[in-house]
């Protein structure tokens, strides 16, 4: 949320702001903006996409060694030019950019009213600014410790970035709860919201922390704490690939990380997976196990996609490893008044690691004596930081808005997890798990062969890019791959989609049968088939427009379905890792025959650093 990019150094800062704007505008998109430090501090800003703002300056002076960027996600105030990033002081002074949200922005912007002060925009960034500039006057001090002051009465999430006219030679920024990495070069500096701005001209990186303060100038890094106090910097090796962050050839991000899932999800197995020996492999898992093994019960906390592979994860749990698991909605978690007890073990997922709402909820279990266990995609993350244990998911970076890959490779981790405990705790018989580790290694060439119906889920999507609406249908662990899939649709093609237990559409969402909605089962071949093709008899008897996601091999549905897409047979505990692809291709293909942005979709945002 809000993509955050710095440079100082011999460079031209200003191509390389841009370029890293690009490669952050997945965690915003709706304006962008400059600010470039020579003798002068020229800030330029644009509604609209990061390109708008590269248009708009042709021709303009944009030499500098020093500049900020940023590539905004709405908070305070609408999308526009005059509420872009950066702003500027009163004075003009100074510039700043900031992701996160400033909660008592209101009081302190009415404190600064009364000193006279006025704002030429919505935002709770500029109110910053010119508390930070106000200090400054009052207290005849630096900049420095002006934000050092202004950050110890600020409430809320935040990373501030800052330019000061009168010292062209130093950039200040400072982290609160929203994500900020340092890169290290020769004679230079990188500030980035996270490595892929950086990435190609270094791979030394420091994460900077909560409440510390970075000042940077070309050839020096001090980092401070609010008290100002030196801390050394933790310098770490980025282990990241160009390429990685590049789309290699797909016409979209989404597309490639769809077509990415038999490597990553074969990644997430690698080197921990041993079929044939039955050994599963995890340090975090081992270095635990007695908490896990005991645990009185299982909290899973995520949000999005996240949730979704929560909630598989609560039926693989509860089956395997006999322990009672919850599935929790961070935002709501973490304002309940939750019973946390001794011997619980929370299980947080997330892509980013980065999500607002699921670092504070496992900041308030881990208060109240939980265990965390974190299942996170980005290595050095927030919350990968803020767990007692975890398993990263090695799926590499994931750039489209919507959650593909990452999605698959929760599910492969969050299986191994299961069974580890399952093995331990003597839950689970030999033959089957035996059984589950060998199905768990055919599921990247599975992966592979359910990818090989691109083209006819494309051809048949093109039939579906006019409806309005969408009902998901699924049972058991297809269940949350209706969810999912239901939130892909609307996600990528604006078209209202539900994701409903299939035998619980009964209660409500059958009135909205008839022969013009499409309902989507996700009815692969499992225990619960001959109930799932009873509720397709239901919606037909209804005229609805029956699509089905289904076993390579099922002779039945085919016959009751106006449209079907097939997927390799697995156990039916591993199934959602298969189910969900021709999932993900179905509403891409719908997006783009309705000419979506679908990397990009409206409204919404990569990595959710705001509550
Ligand atoms: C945003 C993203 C989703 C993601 C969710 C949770 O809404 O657009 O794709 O599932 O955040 O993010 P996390 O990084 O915690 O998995």
Known sequence: MCGIVAYIGPREAYPLILKGLKRLEYRGYDSSGVALLNDD????????????????????????HAGIGHTRWATHGEPSDRNAHPHSSASGRLAMIHNGIIENYAQLKNELIKKGYSFQSDTDTEVLLNFVEDIQKNNNCGLEEAVRIALRRVVGAYVIVLLDKDHPDTIIAARKGSPLVIGIGKGEHFLASDASPIIEYTKEVVYVNDYELAILKADELILKNLGNEKITPFIQKLDLELAAIEKGGFEHFMLKEIFEQPETIFDCLRGRLDAEKGIITMAGVENNIE?????DRMIIIACGTSWHAGLVAEYIFEELCRIPVEVEYASEFRYRNPVIHNGDVIIAISQSGETADTIVAIEKAKEQGAFIMGVVNVVGSSIARLSHAGAYTHAGPEIGVASTKA????????????????????TIDQTRYMHLLAELHTIPEKAREALKAADSIKKLASRYANDANALYLGRGYNFPVALEGALKLKE?????????????MKHGPIALVDETLPVIFVATRDSYHDKIVSNIQEIRARKGRVVAVISQDDEVIPKMAEDYMTVPETDELLAPMLSVIPLQLFAYYIGIAKG?????????AKSVTVE
Request: some cysteine.
């Open 492 to 504: 990528i093609s604006y078209i209202h989609a539900e994701g409903y237990p299939a035998a619980e």
């Open 41 to 64: 501090l020229r800030v330029y800003k644009k509604k609209g996409k990061v390109a708008e703002l590269e248009e708009s300056l042709v021709g303009q002076d944009v030499h500098a």
């Open 596 to 604: 979506c942005d679908v990397d990009k979709p409206r409204n919404l």
């Open 407 to 426: 999605f698959t490779a929760q599910l492969a981790v969050l299986t191994m997890i299961a069974l580890k405990i399952a093995k331990e705790k003597d």
């Open 291 to 295: 908490k896990l093994r005991n645990a």
